[in-house]
Structures are given as C-alpha cells and as structure tokens.
C-alpha cells in the first residue's frame, strides 16, 4: 500500500488548483457586500441567525482586469447571515479559470462561506474537478477529481480536508479513503483510516498534472 501511494504522489504531483477558492473568494467577497439592494432591516434587539438577504436562482460572474472571465458563482439560493458573516449557497455551483484558461469545477448540495470567501465549507455529493488539460510540455493530463459529502477548503493556506470518506481519481486511478488532508503548498497529500487504491497499468514514466 505504501508503495502505491508513493506511485500516486508521483503521479499527482499533489496539485488541485485552488484558484478555484480563490475566485469563490472574490465572488462570495462581491455577494455579501453588495447585496445591499434586497436586506432587510436588521432587528435592534439580539441578534439572532436569521438571513439578512437572499437571492435565489442567480449566477455572479467575475472577470479580471483585461476583462476576462475568472470565475462563475451560481447556485438556487444564497442567503447571508449577519450573525456570523456567512454566505450559504444551495445547490452551489462554482466555475473558475486559471491564467491558461484551463478549467476547475466546484459542486455541492450546499456551500458555506465565511465572509471573505478563505474558507469554503461544500456539504452533500461535494465534487472538485479540474478538467483534462494539456501541459505546458504538450503532454496530456487527464481529469482529477476530489469527491466526497464533505470537503472543506482554506484557501488562504492552500489546503483542503475532510474528516468523511473521499474519492480520488485521475484518469483511470482512483483512491479512497476515511479522512483527508491535502496541503497544495507542500505538495503533500494525507490518507487516513482505510485506504483503498487502483492504478491504472501504464507503459511510459508518469507525468504531472
């Protein structure tokens, strides 16, 4: 086991492109300073976690200073609690594209973030997918994917962990396993309880994603 983890590692080169958290960041950011428009007055007396304003059915686009598309936020409904400073998305959807173009997706039955968007919290069938892409060496890098009912995000420390079973998978490799913790700065990558693991047979060296 020890060794295909290893071979794993290899293959993966830990990657998992937090630039997607990064434009949640900016949007979430956008959402709960500008939802102005739709509050409702805030009671007097003691605060107490009830949403301050809600959108439903909408999708926010951010766009980088050369005007192109960094990030889709989208979801059936947001609500913002000011108790806490936190934004919770139903049925959340999150597209983002890094410099290249190249494409993450982000998915879940219900994202949680806090008000600055560093820390995303996504609940139920929570998926993160960055699509086949092609190296800068022209080498073609299959889809990597995260899945799991729990994935929570610090996008601020690049690391992302769950305390709930996860999959992995890269193309036709996959892994599973009870608990993780990946940190992408140290490129390092940690399974716990019990792991279970296929690689895929391949006939030339393994390269990055």
């Known amino acids: ?10 293959r ?8 997607l958290m990064g434009g949640l960041a900016l949007s979430t950011y956008w959402l709960t300073h500008t939802g102005t428009g739709v509050a409702v007055a805030r009671p007097a007396a003691a ?11 909408f999708s926010v686009q951010t766009f980088d200073a050369q005007g192109r598309l960094k990030s889709v936020v989208s979801g059936a409904e947001a609500r913002h609690f000011a108790d806490t400073d936190t934004l919770e998305i139903d049925q959340a959807l999150i597209r ?9 997706t982000a998915s879940a039955r219900q994202a949680i973030s806090n008000s600055d968007g560093s820390e995303v919290r996504l ?18 890098q299959p889809e990597l994917t995260f899945a799991g009912e729990f994935l929570h995000a610090f996008v601020k420390d690049q690391r992302v962990v769950s305390d709930q079973p996860v999959v992995l998978t890269r193309g036709a ?3 599973s396993a009870a608990r993780l913790d990946f940190d992408n700065r140290q490129r390092v990558v940690q399974l716990d309880g019990r792991v279970q693991g296929v690689l895929a047979a391949s006939t030339s060296p393994p390269s990055p994603p």
Do not use: C, N
């Open 12 to 19: 993966l080169t830990l990657y998992l492109p937090l630039l």
């Open 173 to 175: 490799d996959r892994f």
């Open 123 to 140: 609940m139920g069938g929570a998926r993160v997918v960055r699509a086949a892409v092609v190296s800068s060496q022209g080498k073609p």
């Open 47 to 57: 605060v107490r976690h009830l949403p301050d304003y809600f959108m439903r059915e």
């Open 96 to 104: 983002s594209y890094d410099e290249a173009g190249r494409l993450t």
């Open 1 to 10: 086991m020890i060794g295909m983890l290893r071979q794993l590692l290899d």
